[in-house]
């Protein structure tokens, strides 16, 4: 008689998943996590102005660089801009925080990763 061991995936709707990690999950993960996650990234986008204002930001900056690095002419106006330096800070800062935000998300999110199936022959 063939002895057929386990499979090592379960057939799930949304795709196969390892069988450990799934049990494991099942007995540990906070799906409620994930909507925490969702707030805090609102909250994290509404201190920082939202994605537009970092993508206006990253255009400015640009715009001034050109200027001063390349010799272009003023597309941004002076009265509505501090240094160049302290743009680019102002700029790193709001990065920092996305990034910081992100990567407690990343954290919260690779438990699920884990799922992927490792099949074996």
């Known amino acids: ?6 499979a090592s995936f379960r057939v799930t709707p949304y ?7 799934l049990d494991s999950l099942r007995a ?3 799906t409620a996590q994930l909507l925490n996650l969702v707030d805090r990234l609102d909250a994290c986008l509404a ?3 939202g994605v537009g204002s970092i993508r206006e930001d990253f ?26 330096w302290a743009q680019a800070m102002a700029l790193q ?12 998300g990343s954290k919260h999110v690779a438990p699920l990763a884990a799922l ?6």
């Open 116 to 121: 992927a199936p490792d099949y074996q022959d």
């Open 93 to 104: 800062e709001d990065i920092s925080a996305l990034c910081s935000c992100l990567q407690a």
């Open 47 to 49: 201190e920082i102005g």
């Open 59 to 84: 255009l400015r900056l640009h715009g001034m660089a050109m200027t001063v690095l390349e010799g272009f002419p003023l597309t941004v106006a002076t009265s509505d801009v501090d240094s160049i």
């Open 28 to 30: 540990s993960y906070d």
């Open 15 to 21: 795709g196969d998943v390892d069988t450990k990690v």
């Open 1 to 6: 008689m063939m002895h057929i061991p386990p």
